[in-house]
């Protein structure tokens, strides 16, 4: 697989991945209105991931045939945050995350400049709502304030491997992207009177593994509910 | 769903610039801010939109239903304020 499918199978991959994710809350969110903000949320990230996989070969066959080895999504953005303030976390943290690196892209000269173009503005939309969430559910009632605190160190110790190089985004500036994502985490996190983590943001035997295949538990369950009716009934459509 | 708590807001679309804002439908939100977003994610997805309102419904004074005929029932015979006795001149186009 040449550098620029390695890249597009793993930013896609975490498209598709935490697509899925906040899929999940379909049905079941706190409130109907923010049912259809992470379903917003959701499709322009199934958009980004079509892309990004269309690039690298049949997106049916990537998403649904592929086994959890294959992945290459950041650990991040497969853990369950079944809780609403951890799925709030994850979202600020990753679209941050995702805002930057996308507007490095778009900045560049590359096969993704069209594609980020677009994206940088879906996941400007993403980082205010995340923001927003943040701010209200940190700085709103004691219950709601230690969710958040629970949900962002819980998380954090997963933000480390979003920085690692990936292979094949060579006008990337992996620094300054770490840079900007921390100076805006923080700024978020002391606005909603949360304290920014002071713990290891990956555990020694876990750095960059979602890049290279290794997964966290709950990946393997997601991967099966995601991927069990393609592969029940093959090449059906209606 | 516990939407109870929060208050109901009216939400008004511009369609496009030069128009007036019309009033498209209300949701829930816990503040301003929210129900703004809340607005763009429920009646702007497929490009409805070039600039929303909301307004808190508690802030609107409607007439009465029971009012209808006061309101309304005088107007209905005085033909006169409708400018439909005007004669058109013949070349006068889009009126």
């Known amino acids: ?238 | 769903m516990s939407t109870t708590d929060w208050p109901l807001w009216e939400v008004f679309v511009r369609s496009r610039r030069g128009l007036a804002h019309t009033h498209a439908g209300s949701l829930h939100a816990p503040d301003a801010e929210l129900a703004l977003r809340n607005a763009r994610d429920l009646y702007t997805r497929r490009s409805e939109g070039v600039s929303l309102w909301v307004v808190p419904s508690a802030a609107i004074t409607a007439s009465s239903p029971d009012e209808k005929d006061p309101f309304f029932g005088p107007a209905a015979d005085k033909a006169y304020r409708h400018p439909t006795f005007y004669e058109i001149p013949e070349g006068v186009r889009h009126l």
């Open chain 1, 1 to 238: 697989m040449s550098p620029a499918h390695a890249a597009a199978l793993a930013l896609g991959d975490d498209a598709l991945i935490l697509s899925h994710r906040l899929g999940e809350w379909a049905g079941r969110a706190p409130v109907l209105e923010e049912e259809v903000a992470l379903a917003n949320i959701a499709l322009d990230l199934l958009g980004q991931a079509r892309a990004l996989l269309s690039l690298v070969g049949d997106e049916d066959e990537l998403a649904y045939l592929r086994d959890e080895r294959a992945f290459r999504n950041v650990q991040l953005v497969e853990q369950p945050c079944e809780d609403f303030a951890a799925t709030v976390a994850r979202q600020l943290l990753f679209s941050t995350y995702q805002h930057a690196l996308y507007g490095q892209l778009a900045g560049a000269d590359g096969p993704f400049t069209p594609l980020a173009a677009k994206a940088v503005k879906e996941t400007a939309y993403h980082r205010d709502h995340a923001e927003q969430w943040t701010l209200r559910l940190g700085d709103g009632t004691a219950e709601s304030h230690e969710r958040m605190r629970r949900a962002v160190e819980g998380l954090w110790r997963f933000t480390g491997e979003l920085f690692q190089p990936v292979e094949g985004l060579p006008e990337i500036d992996w620094q300054a992207l770490r840079a900007t994502w921390t100076e805006r985490v923080t700024d978020v996190l002391e606005r909603a009177t949360l304290a920014v983590p002071t713990g290891p943001q990956s555990a020694a035997w876990a750095a960059g593994a979602g890049r290279q295949g290794v997964h966290t538990e709950p990946f393997g369950r997601m991967l099966a509910e995601m991927q069990h009716l393609h592969r029940s009934h093959p090449g059906a459509t209606w």
